[in-house]
């Protein structure tokens, strides 16, 4: 992968953390968390992809279709469960 291709994909995951964050709204450490799970989600699609050789709407080395995909797969479940309260008592 060239450093090209990564700098896009960090900015595109990044991106994506930042229009969640943008739509469900928090403070700033829902940011990081939202950027963080995003980063996770997209590289963890693009490497999925390029095991199993899926180019599905590949950029140049990056599997940004799938990469997306992941992204926003663990970003909204990622979300999920970090509405869960726990009860003190």
Known sequence: MTPQAFLFGVLVS??????FHL???????RLILYVALSWL?????HLL????????????PLNLGMAILTAVIV??????????????Q
Do not use: D, H, P
Request: hydrophobic content about 55%; overall charge positive; proline content about 0%.
């Open 14 to 19: 990044t991106l994506i953390g930042a229009l």
């Open 23 to 29: 739509w469900r709204g928090g403070s700033l450490k």
């Open 41 to 45: 989600g997209f590289w963890a699609g």
């Open 49 to 60: 992809a390029s095991q199993l050789n899926w180019n599905f709407a590949a950029v140049g």
């Open 75 to 88: 970003l909204a479940v990622g979300y999920w469960l970090s509405l869960v309260k726990i009860e003190k």
